[in-house]
């Protein structure tokens, strides 16, 4: 069984978010760090620091702005951030005359169905299934 992070929401932890067990993405110790600050401001912090992988190496494929879109956390992913992941979705398109010249549209029009959409894309194209 595989237990999710309330802070950063990976959700691969072998273990509950609790008892000073420490998540091995965002480094939250549950008992101790959430004792004194509640989880959206660790996770305020965890993203104000650039959202960097806690424990060793992160896993394959892993990215923490594609882990917060999942958990349905959107708003919290910072704009220049919401354009590098826009601009790698678009890269296909990325030489067409006109996409230059929509691309602040672009930007602006990119629904949560657009990014769930890539999301699975990107799932698709790592093997994942479900
Ligand atoms: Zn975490």
Not at 17 to 33: K, S
Not at 53 to 72: D, H, I, S, T, Y
Not at 73 to 101: H, N, W
């Amino acid at each position: 069984m595989k237990y999710q992070c309330p802070v950063c929401f990976y959700d691969g932890l072998p273990y509950p978010p609790a008892d000073y067990h420490i998540c091995l993405c965002c480094g939250t110790e549950f008992g101790n760090d959430d004792a004194d600050f509640s989880h959206a401001q660790l996770r305020e912090m965890w993203i104000e620091s650039g959202a960097r992988w806690f424990f060793r190496e992160p896993p394959v494929e892993w990215n923490p702005w594609v882990q917060l879109v999942k958990a349905g956390m959107l708003e919290v992913i910072p704009d220049s951030q919401t354009r590098v992941i826009i601009d790698a979705a678009f890269a296909s398109i990325g030489e067409d005359a006109d996409y230059q010249k929509q691309e602040v549209l672009i930007a602006e029009e990119f629904s949560r169905t657009d990014w769930e959409a890539l999301v699975i894309s990107e799932r698709e194209l790592a093997g994942v299934e479900g």
